[in-house]
């Protein structure tokens, strides 16, 4: 059965500096992975999608990075700003027609 | 604008009642789904749709009906069955024909936060 882990649930970092939020999946044999954004009680926006034949995928200040093999994905963002502060999370599909299964996400707080 | 509105946005329910949440989209896709949030916890599937007139339970179906008569249209009941129904309900749809060229994900609306009182 497919576990996605988001570690770690809540990082604070001041405002300007680069990070990483860690996705891993325990089951490699995945169609898609994709990160999305949820600020506070509002629904979820969708950055990045990176298909299982890709390695990373890219919008703006945000990266996003597939390791099948490792079972690992990675969000970077660039020169964080408070607007960046939300809850990430990732899900990935196991094939076309499957549901997503998703990470409890990580609560994102850059300090101005 | 084409996109996934949701109402209302907050619901108060009494204890053996039944509340019925709206998910409404324009964006012409063919799946629709519903989701239960719950704090530090990832999003989990009640129900979802891939086509008008059939729908398939999530993980969670449990004391949760759906009906799909139109495509646009993806209404979530909240029967007296579910003994803890306190949480935000998110909807989502999704391009089916994106799945396929590989370019389709998930869209989210807004969400319903649904309290027992």
């Known amino acids: 059965k497919q576990e996605v882990t988001q570690i770690p649930a809540a990082l604070s970092v001041p405002e300007g500096e680069n990070l990483v939020l860690n996705c891993s999946f325990t089951?490699?044999?995945?169609?898609?992975l994709q990160w999305f954004r949820q600020d506070p009680g509002k629904g979820l926006t969708s950055l990045l999608l990176i298909q299982s034949s890709q390695r990373e995928q890219t919008s703006g200040r945000l990266n996003a990075s597939l390791d099948k093999s490792s079972g690992r994905s990675t969000l970077y963002i660039a020169a964080s700003q408070p607007g960046d502060s939300a809850t990430y999370l990732c899900?990935?599909?196991?094939?076309?027609?499957?549901?997503?299964?998703w990470g409890a996400g990580t609560k994102l707080i850059i300090k101005p | 604008d084409g996109g996934i509105t949701q109402s209302p946005k907050y619901l108060f329910r009494k204890e053996g009642q039944n509340v019925t949440l709206s998910c409404e989209q324009n964006?012409?896709?063919?799946?629709m789904y519903w989701y239960r949030q719950d704090p530090g916890q990832g999003l989990r599937l009640i129900y979802y749709s891939q086509i008008v007139n059939d729908f398939q339970k999530g993980d969670i179906a449990e004391g949760y009906s759906v009906s799909r008569e139109k495509k646009e249209s993806f209404p979530l009941t909240v029967t007296s069955a579910q003994k803890n129904p306190t949480a935000f309900y998110l909807c989502a749809s999704k391009d089916l024909r994106g799945a396929i060229v590989g370019t389709g994900g998930q869209f989210f609306g807004p969400g319903t936060r649904l309290t027992v009182l």
């Open positions: 899900a990935v599909q196991m094939d076309s027609n499957y549901q997503l299964i």
């Open positions: 964006l012409n896709h063919d799946a």
């Open positions: 089951d490699s044999a995945i169609y898609n």
